[in-house]
């Protein structure tokens, strides 16, 4: 792992490894699992369905005991001082999960109560997004819209002020809109000096973060800043096109040369074994070497992981 | 402030918001409170029964005239063949067959005895046999009129008889509603209280909040507590609304205090939802959960005592309705409303659910995880 950056660790995970039991044998979620979150980081964990994000976010948050390993969440111990913890931190769930039968400002007085501190008290941190959703803030959180339930949810997670902020999967089955805007409110709370965590299947936020790990399996495959993930990433990278896209596909998976080729948007992604290789291209297709994306990374990753 | 006061606020604005419990808590209690007892008639009327006259003697049918202006029974056959009554016995047209045999009438006076043959349709236990002894209770009486009448005096006054006359206590006129109505508020607390309290924590699994709350430094036992408190308040509820039905409509007004009533039940309540809570830890969903409390109560409510007596059951059953808390409720609200009993007599039943109910809330509280 690279040498972190000297500012203390918001979170710091030590082979920590959770399994389940499914129908008699064993699920391995989360496969001895160690990484550091610098403190005041947006951090993303980046992975596909089922890669143990949301396991390791309930152990993380308190909710789950790791069956192996140490995990310390802003300096206390995750398993030994989880009641002081609780009060340190915020979380958001994948699923909605507020009262859908108590209004807006209903939710939020609640949370804030729970956590002996007031509406008033922590308005300024939440102002900008609670502002989107005062409109309705009489209306019952069962009848928003999922944009809407998002940011409610995120003011409730806020409302106690904490110093690390856990999102799991806070943009899936958003909007493209909402999905930008939810971004830029994560944005402008790092300024605020909170360590926010956060999941996503999605590859073109991974950018957006200042860390990403990128998870597969329960096992952490990469962890670097995006930039210098997308940079290890030193085979060759074309885009192909032509008019007949799937038998395009179709030839060039068996071409020798091809490492890799997988449809991305309205063009194929290649990847070439080597620099010097020659590629059989129909007439009609035409090559274009571009630079890799996280994505690219992410599905090279994938598939020569084993 | 304690937190448990934003609970509080929180689970009751989601009870009044919830027009299904509403529902439950007014309505429910009074339309089965007027209905059931109505219906739940331990008297059996109009009981078929198919007579056999092979005698067609005047005595024999002074004998039919007192069973069909008894009111109790219908005659659905008169015939003179066994077997035509029996077809009605076997179409379910009569639940009783009465023979009466040739020369009933001529031996009756010379051999001063006479048999009648009784043959009773047992497929509804209580109705034959119940329809049996009304019968022979009739005949009883036919013939004592007739011992009275026809025979001479002298020669039976030698016989010493045993007259028995009994006189009912607490409820003299054996008005089955007074028993009825007390009990059937028992069961309608009891499976209020028992149904919400079980469906409510998983309900929180089930929509998510669970986990959005545990991750708050908030106390399992203000949780626990949070959830108690509002069905207690509504188990208390709809009993009032029951002994308001009960006067209103039965005129049943409890001989001892409400006082004495309110306090087992505040008690008793405690000792239901803490088995609704518990139910509601460990189920993962709320139709689980729904099933759970439905086979419980059925069980609690067919061995309460309401239906059947306890008395009567064999020894292992008695043993186990030591562990119906409706038993000791059904009990308690007998002895109040018909004897007028005071706290002190029912302090063995108080006792005993204060016991159960600190060992079912402990287990409620420990059983809910924050974590797992």
């Given at each position: 792992?690279?040498?972190?950056?000297?500012?203390?660790?918001?979170?710091?995970?030590?082979?920590?490894?959770?399994?389940?039991?499914?129908?008699?044998?064993?699920?391995?979620?989360?496969?001895?699992?160690?990484?550091?979150?610098?403190?005041?980081?947006?951090?993303?964990?980046?992975?596909?369905?089922?890669?143990?994000?949301?396991?390791?976010?309930?152990?993380?948050?308190?909710?789950?005991?790791?069956?192996?390993?140490?995990?310390?969440?802003?300096?206390?111990?995750a398993v030994a001082d989880y009641k002081a913890l609780r009060k340190k931190i915020g979380y958001m769930p994948g699923k909605f999960s507020l009262y859908t039968d108590l209004t807006i400002q209903e939710n939020i007085h609640f949370f804030a109560s729970l956590f002996e501190t007031s509406f008033e008290e922590n308005y300024d941190l939440i102002k900008e997004i609670y502002e989107q959703i005062a409109p309705f803030k009489d209306r019952r959180a069962?009848?928003?819209?999922?944009?809407?339930?998002?940011?409610?949810?995120?003011?409730?997670?806020?409302?106690?002020?904490?110093?690390?902020?856990?999102?799991?999967?806070?943009?899936?089955?958003?909007?493209?809109v909402s999905r930008k805007e939810f971004w830029e409110i994560l944005q402008k709370l790092k300024t605020e000096g909170i360590?926010?965590?956060?999941?996503?299947?999605?590859?073109?936020?991974?950018?957006?973060?200042?860390?990403?790990?990128?998870?597969?399996?329960?096992k952490i495959m990469q962890i670097d800043t995006p930039q210098h993930i997308v940079d290890h990433f030193d085979k060759p990278l074309y885009a192909v096109k032509s008019p007949k896209m799937l038998p395009l596909l179709k030839m060039l998976e068996k071409d020798a040369a091809v490492l890799d080729i997988y449809p991305f948007g309205e063009v194929h992604h290649m990847v070439l074994k080597s620099k010097d290789s020659k590629v059989n291209l129909p007439e009609d297709a035409t090559m274009q070497v571009i630079k890799p994306n996280i994505e690219d990374l992410f599905i090279y990753l994938m598939r020569n992981h084993e | 402030m304690s937190p448990l006061r934003y609970i509080l606020e929180k689970e009751f604005k989601q009870i009044f918001r919830n027009p299904a419990i509403l529902k439950t808590i007014f309505i429910l209690p009074v339309i089965q409170l007027i209905m059931l007892p109505m219906a739940a008639d331990y008297e059996i009327k109009n009981i078929n029964i198919a007579v056999v006259n092979n005698d067609h003697g005047s005595l024999s049918i002074e004998l039919v005239q007192q069973i069909t202006a008894s009111n109790y029974f219908k005659l659905v056959s008169y015939t003179n063949g066994f077997n035509t009554a029996m077809e009605s016995l076997e179409s379910d047209k009569a639940d009783l067959i009465?023979?009466?045999?040739?020369?009933?009438?001529?031996?009756?006076?010379?051999?001063?005895?006479?048999?009648?043959?009784?043959?009773?349709?047992?497929?509804?236990?209580v109705k034959g046999s119940l329809g049996a002894a009304y019968l022979n209770n009739i005949i009883q009486t036919f013939n004592q009129s007739f011992r009275n009448?026809?025979?001479?005096?002298?020669?039976?006054?030698?016989?010493?008889?045993?007259?028995?006359?009994?006189?009912?206590?607490?409820?003299?006129?054996?008005?089955?509603?007074?028993?009825?109505?007390?009990?059937?508020?028992?069961?309608?607390?009891?499976?209020?209280?028992?149904?919400?309290?079980?469906?409510?924590?998983?309900?929180?699994?089930?929509?998510?909040?669970?986990?959005?709350?545990?991750v708050t430094p908030i106390q399992k036992f203000h949780f626990i507590l949070g959830k108690l408190i509002p069905f207690w308040v509504i188990g208390l509820i709809v009993m009032s609304v029951g002994f308001i039905v009960a006067w209103v409509v039965y005129g049943i007004i409890p001989l001892g205090s409400y006082f004495t009533l309110y306090f087992f039940a505040a008690i008793y309540l405690l000792v239901i939802l803490g088995i609704g809570l518990l139910i509601s830890s460990y189920s993962e969903n709320q139709q689980q959960a729904m099933?759970?409390?439905?086979?419980?109560?059925?069980?609690?409510?067919?061995?309460?005592?309401?239906?059947?007596?306890?008395?009567?059951?064999?020894?292992?059953?008695k043993w186990?309705?030591?562990?119906?808390?409706?038993?000791?409720?059904?009990?308690?609200m007998r002895m109040v409303v018909l004897k007028g009993s005071s706290i002190k007599d029912i302090l063995p039943q108080i006792l005993a659910m204060l016991g159960y109910s600190v060992v079912i809330n402990i287990w409620a509280v420990l059983s809910y995880h924050k974590r797992s």
């Open positions: 792992m690279e040498k972190l950056s000297s500012k203390p660790a918001g979170v710091i995970i030590e082979g920590v490894s959770k399994s389940y039991t499914v129908n008699k044998s064993k699920l391995v979620a989360v496969n001895n699992i160690s990484f550091e979150v610098p403190a005041g980081t947006l951090f993303g964990l980046i992975g596909p369905d089922g890669a143990g994000k949301t396991t390791l976010f309930r152990m993380l948050t308190t909710l789950l005991l790791p069956d192996a390993g140490n995990i310390w969440v802003d300096g206390l111990n069962g009848q928003l819209s999922g944009g809407m339930k998002q940011k409610l949810a995120l003011c409730c997670a806020l409302i106690h002020r904490p110093s690390i902020l856990f999102l799991d999967e806070p943009t899936t089955g958003v909007d493209a360590t926010i965590l956060v999941s996503t299947p999605y590859m073109d936020e991974a950018s957006l973060c200042d860390r990403v790990a990128l998870i597969q399996d329960g | 009465l023979e009466i045999p040739k020369d009933f009438e001529k031996r009756l006076f010379k051999e001063k005895e006479t048999n009648l043959f009784l043959a009773v349709n047992a497929i509804n236990g009448k026809e025979l001479v005096p002298g020669r039976f006054s030698e016989i010493p008889q045993i007259q028995i006359s009994s006189s009912n206590w607490y409820n003299p006129k054996m008005n089955y509603r007074i028993f009825m109505v007390p009990g059937i508020l028992v069961l309608l607390v009891t499976i209020v209280g028992m149904n919400l309290s079980s469906i409510n924590i998983v309900r929180e699994k089930e929509m998510g909040t669970i986990e959005q709350i545990n099933l759970v409390t439905f086979f419980i109560l059925m069980i609690f409510v067919l061995m309460g005592g309401l239906y059947t007596s306890i008395d009567s059951m064999p020894e292992w059953a186990f309705t030591k562990l119906n808390p409706i038993s000791y409720f059904i009990e308690v």
